[in-house]
């Protein structure tokens, strides 16, 4: 039986180990949509959908879900328009609350459309660029696009 060297051997021994953490610290890959959508009504539809997974969804075992919006939709979250979009802009801030979504909002879209970064609530965050930053999560958080 050939034998191992010793430099070999407490490499060997500590393998297991490593691989074991590394799976502890792991956290499982999220989802990301984007979304462009029209109205209220159509934004209703991802954040039904997003409340459904609040009951089958454990944040402690899966990453959130990303929701990037850059569309019409942004005005939405205009703090202009929360009187007449309230409820839906509080359905969002309870499931971000809740881990269940992330909410991002494209600074290059919000230009085109003339919303200013202090237009919307802060619990949206605010990206550069969304098809840059869905590549981001994709390549370097493993997310799945859906």
């Not at 051997?9 to 074991?20: A, Q, Y």
């Not at 409340?51 to 850059?70: C, G, M, N, W």
Request: aromatic fraction near 6%; glycine fraction near 2%; hydrophobic fraction near 40%.
């Amino acid at each position: 039986m050939p034998r191992l060297s010793l430099p070999i051997l407490p490499l060997l021994l500590c393998l297991p180990l490593t691989l074991f953490s590394a799976e502890e610290d792991r956290q499982p890959p999220g989802y990301v949509f984007s979304v462009t959508v029209n109205n209220q009504q159509q934004l209703d539809v991802v954040l039904n959908r997003a409340e459904d997974l609040r009951e089958l969804f454990d944040p402690d075992e899966h990453s959130k879900i990303a929701i990037v919006l850059h569309g019409d939709e942004l005005q939405l979250f205009q703090k202009g328009n929360y009187t007449s979009n309230q409820s839906m802009v509080e359905r969002a801030r309870l499931l971000d609350r809740d881990n269940i979504i992330d909410i991002k909002a494209c600074r290059t879209m919000m230009k085109t459309l003339e919303i200013e970064q202090s237009e919307l609530p802060s619990f949206i965050e605010q990206v550069p660029f969304a098809p840059a930053e869905i590549e981001r999560l994709q390549k370097e958080e493993g997310f799945t696009r859906l």
